[in-house]
């Protein structure tokens, strides 16, 4: 377990060196691909990076803030918003280095296509032992991932371009509790989900 502090500002990629480094994010797995990160938020402005954790129905990621924090729009945690997931390669590539990742204030990264059109509100995802499903609320960035990654990283993310491939992230709840594991598979289904 590796807990960060919000630290001090790196280089942040202009517009065209994001552009020239987006296909290697669209390459991302469409159907089965990996959790390569797991970050609990268990404070404002900190971060914990852990190698398995907890997703609960109620909870959301069990050691974050979640539940308790709230948000703008609600008093307690959104369960329209109960988990954020990221794209690894737009988080790595928008964070110049790995280690700066966990600053984008996600939960969940993924190596994943999660493009509105291969994983449009409703569709589930099994992660390890845990089945979330994508919500309909959009994951916009705020002024904390401006300050950390650059408005140029919020201008690409948030351009007609990267709003179809949710650049920036999509929300999540979780629908069937279970244990994640850093490397495990993370299983996209269209229709319902196997059962047991």
């Not at 997703?55 to 709230?70: A, I, Q």
């Not at 008093?75 to 790595?92: L, S």
């Not at 993310?157 to 279970?178: H, Q, Y």
Request: hydrophobic letters at 35%.
């Amino acid at each position: 377990m590796k807990t960060m502090h919000i630290g001090l500002f790196e280089k942040h990629l202009s517009f065209d060196e994001i552009r020239a480094g987006i296909d290697e994010v669209l390459r991302s797995p469409g159907n089965a691909g990996t959790l390569k990160l797991i970050v609990q938020r268990p404070a404002v402005n900190k971060r914990r990076t852990v190698e398995t954790a907890t997703l609960d129905v109620e909870l959301g990621l069990v050691g974050d803030n979640w539940l308790t924090r709230g948000s703008r729009w609600r008093k307690g945690g959104d369960p329209q918003r109960q988990v954020t997931v990221m794209n690894w390669r737009i988080a790595k590539l928008v964070a110049v280095h790995e280690d700066r990742i966990p600053l984008a204030g996600d939960q969940l990264y993924v190596d994943l296509d999660l493009g509105k059109q291969n994983v449009p509100p409703g569709t589930r995802l099994t992660v390890g032992d845990a089945v979330i499903e994508i919500t309909r609320p959009p994951h916009l960035g705020c002024k904390k991932f401006v300050e950390r990654f650059g408005l140029d990283a919020m201008n690409f993310a948030n351009s007609d371009f990267g709003r179809s491939r949710n650049l920036r992230g999509v929300n999540a709840k979780v629908l069937s509790s279970g244990c994640i594991s850093v490397g495990g598979e993370v299983s996209v289904h269209r229709g319902s989900v196997p059962s047991e």
